[in-house]
């Protein structure tokens, strides 16, 4: 079974600069998807960003980028010019292909607070 | 925008009691997803249906039940709810084409 970490349960950064979530995985799978999703207060989930296992480049959107080491299993996401909308707590998600329907599997999470 | 609509944000329920939350998708997306989210453990699946009355256990399904007769909607059943099912609950419809989940703004459930 495939398992998501997130060893950073909270986290802060001042407004305007740059922090890091870490995420980790464990899968035998070779072909798969990694997420990162947004909760903030309001709890509406949205995608931050998404990354195909088999492009060796690393997804940014915006101020968000991936740092994807396929060997080592780790997929983090940098923040660059932390807003204070970044506030919300980041999970860390994996996906693997299937015939029919697929299963997102979730790390615990990670809460960020962005300091003004 | 696909909007995923689940029909209460907050409920409160006895121990016993037969819950049912509704969610509805208006993006005609197949795949349609119920998670419970508690704190330190993340988004865990319960049920998924990948077509009208096609279902599917998650990792946790024991206590609910679920019910899809028409695509746009998924509704999760507790038949006797029990305070360990306190809980958010947010439903979850997916779009192929960009491999991405939309998720409802999730029903806080208290079970007393």
């Known amino acids: 079974a495939q398992t998501v970490t997130q060893s950073q349960p909270e986290m802060s950064v001042q407004e305007a600069e740059t922090v890091t979530l870490s995420c980790t995985y464990d899968?035998?799978?070779?072909?798969?998807?990694l997420f990162w999703y947004k909760q903030p207060p309001s709890r509406q989930m949205i995608l931050v960003i998404r990354?195909?296992?088999?492009?060796?480049q690393n997804a940014t959107e915006n101020r968000f980028s991936v740092n994807f080491q396929k060997a080592a299993k780790s997929f983090s996401l940098k923040i660059s010019d932390s807003q204070l909308g970044d506030t919300a707590m980041y999970f860390c998600?994996?996906?693997?292909?299937?015939?029919?329907?697929?299963?997102?599997?979730f790390g615990p999470g990670t809460r960020l607070s962005v300091l003004p | 925008d696909v909007k995923v609509t689940q029909s209460s944000r907050y409920l409160v329920k006895r121990t016993g009691e037969k819950v049912f939350l509704e969610c509805v998708q208006d993006?005609?997306?197949?795949?349609m997803f119920w998670y419970r989210q508690d704190p330190g453990l993340g988004l865990r699946l319960i049920y998924f249906?990948?077509?009208?009355?096609?279902?599917e256990k998650g990792d946790i399904p024991e206590g609910y039940s679920v019910s899809r007769e028409k695509k746009e909607r998924f509704s999760l059943i507790l038949e006797s709810a029990s305070t360990n099912q306190t809980s958010m609950y947010l439903c979850?419809?997916?779009?192929?084409?960009?491999?991405?989940?939309?998720f409802g703004s999730g029903t806080q459930l208290s079970v007393l």
């Open positions: 249906s990948y077509d009208v009355k096609m279902k």
């Open positions: 990354q195909e296992a088999y492009k060796q």
């Open positions: 899968t035998s799978e070779n072909n798969y998807y």
């Open positions: 993006m005609d997306h197949e795949n």
């Open positions: 979850a419809s997916r779009e192929v084409t960009n491999e991405k989940l939309f």
């Open positions: 998600a994996f996906m693997k292909l299937r015939n029919y329907g697929q299963n997102f599997v």
